[in-house]
């Protein structure tokens, strides 16, 4: 039995081993995933998405309704980056400190979790004492939220997790590294840690150890931990604080916490994440005024920075003709920006952060 369960349909990651011009392709059954995961093992890399889903996306089903998870479990994924500091790069001791202080805490606690070395840091999976099926964006928004709450207070009680990226948990449309699969550029196997692996081993230790694959998991500590949800709508609470996130800039703009998780650090985000941060970012550029009263001259300029960072987020099915003529389309025709309102409703809130816009009804 694996150790968290095996949902399906979910969706796998078609990535060759030059990690370029990859493509998500929807999996019935485990059969299909094994036959996907075969053909990639030793050639190339290979990702799925963290959570199975109930529903498919119609008229043509061949993709999830990324809304409906089924969330038996979390990711949290510590690479040589510091997240509170734009992503600068750390030597690889820096998450490797983090991880343990998190397992120290984890195992006082006697809480379940399993750690892989990824090739380049660190995936800790955390199973849940609750399975949560949320059926709409909003439901969604709150165990984003939640989630969001709880990693919090644990950075708290042992110190900023600054090497915890801050894309990963609970990103339900995103993809991560299956555990025990080849991870072509880095060229090793993602492998189980134990404890004494963890506490006691170093970079040189772990990629020796990576050179061979390795089945199976490890479990560390004994108790699935219980998530507390958020039950009220959050944006309408008025005694809760803005949570801490990281805030990512392009230049001297804000990308947005959710449109951060949901768009950036490469993968391969949904073309719905595509388009918010690209009328988001189009919106602030012309100072949020409408399409009408910006020239076309500086809409194009607008459209090449955009198109610009886009490029630079190594989304692993780039296209830099349709990127730019998506942006472009996006751009002249002057779509407003989400509100907070959409993105919570649509699944992509995750927690009320420093920049809620004070939209919508929240109490209905």
Partial sequence: ?????????????????????????????????????????????????????????????????????????????????????????????????????????????????????????????????????????????????????????????????????????????????????????????SIPLSSEDILNGDFDYYMDKAQESHSGYIELGENKLELKIIKSRIMNMADVKPIEIPTVFLDDVIILPCLSQAALGGGNPTHRARFHLASYLADRFRMFFPAWQISNEDKKKHSKIISKFCAGQNWVDYNKEVTEQQVASIVMAGYPHATCTTLYDEGFCIGKCQFYDGSGDWGK
């Fill in 1 to 189: 039995m694996p150790f968290v369960p095996i949902d399906f349909p979910r969706e796998v990651l078609e990535l060759p081993s030059s990690g370029v011009g990859g493509w998500r392709r929807l999996v019935k059954n485990s059969k299909e995933l094994e036959s996907y995961w075969k053909g990639k093992s030793g050639s190339g890399n290979v990702y799925f998405t963290a959570y199975g889903y109930t529903e498919t996306k119609a008229p043509k089903h061949h993709r999830v309704e990324y809304n409906t998870p089924l969330i038996h479990h979390f990711v949290m994924d510590f690479d040589c980056k510091d997240f509170k500091n734009g992503g600068e790069d750390v030597e690889f001791e820096k998450p490797h400190t983090e991880v343990k202080r998190l397992h120290r805490m984890l195992m006082n606690d006697n809480t379940s979790h399993f750690i892989w070395f990824s090739g380049g840091g660190f995936h800790v999976w955390i199973p849940l004492k609750e399975t949560l099926s949320p059926k709409s964006g909003n439901e969604l928004s709150r165990i984003k939220h939640s989630g969001r709450v709880l990693i919090n207070s644990w950075e708290k009680k042992i110190g900023t997790l600054r090497c915890n990226d801050p894309t990963v948990a609970f990103d339900t449309s995103g993809m991560i590294r299956i555990p025990n699969s080849y991870n072509a550029r880095r060229e090793c196997w």
